[in-house]
């Protein structure tokens, strides 16, 4: 039986290097060292990708003091956890969303296992650096400690954010090394079929597109939206009033496709023609414009058959052969179905045949503009969050649910999307993926991500919200908002939609250290710092914390299906149909084990998991040493070999 330690690799998020460095290997392994160390023998890597490699030190780039460290931080693996709160949640039990509180940085690391390669959707509104206090100020030594200190979880030793101002000379460089890493590992989650969509103004928009240009791939970009506002202000500029921010999109791969758009009332009035099947409009079927003519394609010269028998052939009002919009077997096939409409026209004295194609409007999207002018405006956010708060503005300029909704038509049409917002703010994102469910029945999930910031009774443009959270006895910060409007939308959305039997709930999990003391010996106390580690899992946390840390650190959905049950008394746990299976007892005698491990045997024949069950027990609750072999020994007779402890 394996032990699961601090130190272990098991006990920490993704090692994104380890990956790295494996895929290299598999494509390459000749350009390997021998040996234990396995170095990257980069002078024959050079060769074998066969293209001259350019070494100059000047190159096409974006460069900033931190920019090293950042890419470090990324790929440094977080030694955190996410603690569960089924008192904050809303049905926790069944529902598959998730609301997190914590640094985004240290739960995009967490995510890593769980949940790489299948986000669907990622949305996020950063801040905007507009020389405000700085709330990511990354810790590169500890970055746990430093988020506990940033929301009053510990002593700060009187540490204090400074302005992100122009003059401090870092005004770009704070904001770029904040951005960095969060993108990169925002990266590694998207599905193959994924994209992600940022809000942001003009202040970072030309430094955002060069560094998603590096993390993306240039060949991914998919375009910068300017979305018209509704609250013109002069921010920002120094002559020119500023109605729009901006949306830059970019996806996972550069064949990844956007889907269409719903047509507006004004779109579909130029649908002026019904039938039995419903609007439609037409549209010639002979080539119009460029390239029209008979000599640029040939097959698509051919007589169709009128009403009357008559072979009409594409002429040009010119008098020129010019050509049909598709070839035959493709008319032939609009014929079939029904997509063709002749009209019989007086032309120079005389009746003639003209044939069109047919259009119809239901199920019609269209392209995507890059100008996004006739959505709900921030107004309009401002005054529906305001109501949904009784009254009460607690958040500055949240973003339109129309908005939110807009993006999720053209990036998570897939009902079965998971959504990520890692800067979560307000919550819209998480109340427009609920309303759009309701509304096509999907089971789309969202993972938001919030730091619990803490609210400023003091300051004027944080007062409303602060008394806002001492009324409803939550704690002052920002995340605790986002959890009710969660609450309140879902409510609201009941309401207004009685026969919608959808998800509207939440889990909560919590960023902290993680449940497994970590091996701090003591040079002048060798013998107390072994027994202080003879539980190597911490006194104050719960069994419920350390399976989601299991959970977490074995790459299973947090929102995976759970069972419980009583076996030779102790409390057994099946995570995912057995695919993990938990007794984190702290007691397990000589006597039951026997029976504890034929137990589980059989309870796992009945579960029949599709790959291979994680067998994980508390190495403190064995008796002796004899105990735990014994019962790793029976359970791998039976063919559960992965035991481990922790």
Request: charged fraction near 30%; aromatic fraction near 8%; include cysteine.
């Amino acid at each position: 039986m394996n032990k699961i330690t601090a130190d272990d690799p098991q006990a920490r998020s993704a090692d994104v290097v380890a990956q790295n460095i494996a895929q290299l290997k598999a494509l390459f392994p000749d350009a390997f060292t021998e040996g234990t160390s396995g170095g990257v023998d980069f002078d024959v890597l050079k060769q074998l990708l066969g293209a001259p490699v350019d070494e100059r030190e000047e190159k096409y780039g974006l460069n900033w003091h931190g920019k090293r460290a950042a890419r470090r931080l990324a790929l440094t693996p977080s030694l955190g956890t996410l603690r569960p709160c089924p008192e904050e949640s809303v049905d926790w039990d069944t529902t598959q969303n998730l609301m997190i509180e914590g640094d985004n940085l240290e739960v995009l690391k967490l995510l890593q296992k769980s949940y790489a390669g299948k986000v669907k959707l990622i949305y996020i509104d950063p801040p905007y650096n507009t020389g405000k206090d700085f709330v990511y100020p990354d810790d590169f030594q500890d970055n746990i400690r430093n988020y506990l200190e940033l929301t009053g979880q510990v002593d700060s030793n009187g540490r204090k954010l400074s302005s992100n101002t122009e003059a401090s000379g870092r005004f770009h460089t704070d904001w770029l090394n904040m951005m960095y890493p969060r993108l990169r590992l925002a990266r590694n989650l998207l599905s193959p079929l994924g994209a992600i969509f940022i809000s942001i103004d003009d202040n970072e928009l030309a430094n955002l597109k060069v560094v998603c240009d590096e993390i993306f791939g240039q060949e991914c970009y998919a375009g910068c939206v300017a979305r018209v506002t509704g609250t013109p202000t002069g921010g920002g500029f120094r002559a020119l009033v500023n109605e729009t921010d901006n949306v830059l999109i970019y996806l996972k791969q550069p064949d990844v496709e956007i889907a269409g758009v719903g047509f507006s009332d004004d779109d579909a009035a130029i649908y002026d023609k019904e039938d039995a099947t419903g609007k439609y409009l037409t549209r010639s079927l002979r080539r119009t414009g460029g390239e029209d003519r008979r000599e640029d394609r040939p097959s698509m010269y051919y007589p169709v058959i009128a009403p009357d028998g008559q072979k009409v052939y594409p002429i040009a009002p010119a008098g020129y052969e010019s050509r049909w919009i598709c070839g035959k077997d493709r008319y032939e096939e609009m014929v079939e179905a029904g997509l063709i409409e002749w009209q019989q026209v007086t032309k120079d004295g005389r009746k003639c045949w003209q044939v069109y194609q047919k259009f119809y409007l239901e199920g019609r999207l269209k392209q995507p503009s890059n100008l996004w002018d006739e959505l709900e405006g921030n107004k309009k956010a401002t005054r529906d969050l305001k109501a949904l708060f009784d009254g009460h503005k607690v958040f500055s300029f949240p973003k339109p649910v129309g908005l939110m909704r807009h993006i999720l038509e053209m990036a998570a049409t897939d009902k079965a999307s998971v959504v990520l917002d890692f800067f979560a703010g307000s919550g819209t994102m998480a109340q427009a993926v609920t309303e759009y469910n309701a509304a096509d029945s999907g089971s789309r999930r969202y993972i938001m991500v919030q730091l619990p910031e803490p609210l400023d009774p003091e300051d004027k443009d944080q007062r409303i919200a602060a008394d806002f959270c001492r009324k409803h006895k939550k704690p002052l910060n920002i995340a605790e908002l986002t959890k009710e409007r969660l609450r309140r939308a879902g409510k609201q959305l009941r309401k207004e939609n009685p026969l919608f039997k959808g998800d509207t709930g939440f889990r909560v999990f919590k960023l902290d250290s993680s449940n497994i003391e970590a091996w701090q010996p003591k040079r002048d106390d060798l013998p107390g710092t072994l027994a202080a580690h003879v539980e190597h899992l911490k006194a104050q946390r719960t069994e419920s914390d350390i399976l989601y840390e299991l959970l977490l650190k074995l790459g299973l959905d947090l929102a995976v299906p759970m069972e419980q049950k009583t076996i030779a008394g102790k409390t057994v746990h099946s995570v995912g149909a057995g695919a993990l299976i938990v007794c984190l007892d702290k007691k397990i005698a000589a006597k039951e084990v026997e029976r504890l491990a034929l137990g589980i045997v059989e309870w796992h024949k009945k579960l029949a998991p599709a790959g291979e069950t994680t067998l994980v027990f508390r190495d403190s609750a064995f008796a002796d040493d004899v105990a735990k072999t014994n019962l790793t020994a029976i359970l791998q007779q039976h063919g559960l070999e992965n035991v481990r402890s922790i």
